[in-house]
């Protein structure tokens, strides 16, 4: 298994910009999670599908945030336009329900906003 | 609201040290309870976990208690490596359904040196 995969692993834009992170879960989980981290705030939970489907997304910082899951082999988070306060490591994590919290998470994609 | 508190690092140790990081939570009804480990670079790796009370997680040497009494997960290594340097998150889940998200504390860094 090749685990959670994320793409790309490093990313820098210019202010403006339309920036689409990407994520390929685990094949067979139903749960996918993006998280943000940043030294300031720690982890933050953005938002979470479950078989596909947004179960919340409080913490999806404002409305230049969006996130989708057209099918359960891959999700995107895309923030336009993006501003120099986004720059941060955005992490995807998928489990099984039976796992019971036990998240894989992917190796990250380091945002960097100039 | 569900939370998860770790005490204040970072933590610095010689190697073959023992550690103890604290961990408290705050949650209603019956959590599981996790740490995760992030190595320079990498996205955040599960380390141990305990679903009920009274049970003890292990891996890798690292050990910790659900202690619901005292709403603590510590975790505790006899003897530290350089190789253990990461950023160590303590967290708690409720379960599957609408509950399946993780709450993380802020996390803590250790560093080992030789």
């Known amino acids: 298994d090749a685990g959670v995969i994320q793409s790309p692993r490093h990313e820098v834009t210019e202010m403006g910009q339309e920036v689409t992170l990407r994520c390929k879960p685990i094949?067979?989980?139903?749960?996918l999670f993006w998280y943000r981290q940043t030294m300031m705030r720690g982890l933050e939970l953005l938002i979470y599908?479950?078989?596909?489907?947004?179960?919340?997304d409080s913490g999806m910082p404002e409305d230049r945030f969006s996130a989708k899951m057209p099918n359960a082999s891959f999700s995107t988070l895309k923030i336009q336009p993006s501003e120099p306060r986004d720059s941060a490591v955005y992490f995807c994590?998928?489990?099984?329900?039976?796992?019971?919290?036990?998240?894989?998470f992917g190796s990250g994609t380091r945002l960097t906003v100039v | 609201g569900d939370s998860v508190t770790q005490m204040e690092g970072p933590v610095t140790l010689s190697e073959e040290a023992f550690l103890t990081i604290n961990c408290t939570y705050t949650?209603?009804?019956?959590?599981?309870l996790f740490w995760y480990v992030q190595y320079p670079g990498e996205g955040l790796q599960l380390l141990l976990k305990a679903t009920k009370a009274d049970d003890k997680g292990s891996n890798k040497g690292f050990e910790a208690t659900y202690r619901k009494e005292t709403t603590s997960f510590h975790l505790e290594k006899g003897s530290v490596q350089v190789s253990d340097s990461a950023v160590y998150f303590c967290a708690l889940s409720k379960g599957g359904g609408a509950n399946s998200k993780l709450t993380f504390g802020k996390g803590i860094t250790l560093s080992v040196r030789p």
């Open positions: 599908f479950n078989n596909n489907v947004p179960i919340d």
């Open positions: 949650a209603t009804g019956y959590p599981s």
């Open positions: 094949s067979g989980h139903d749960y």
């Open positions: 994590a998928s489990s099984f329900i039976g796992t019971a919290g036990g998240y894989t």
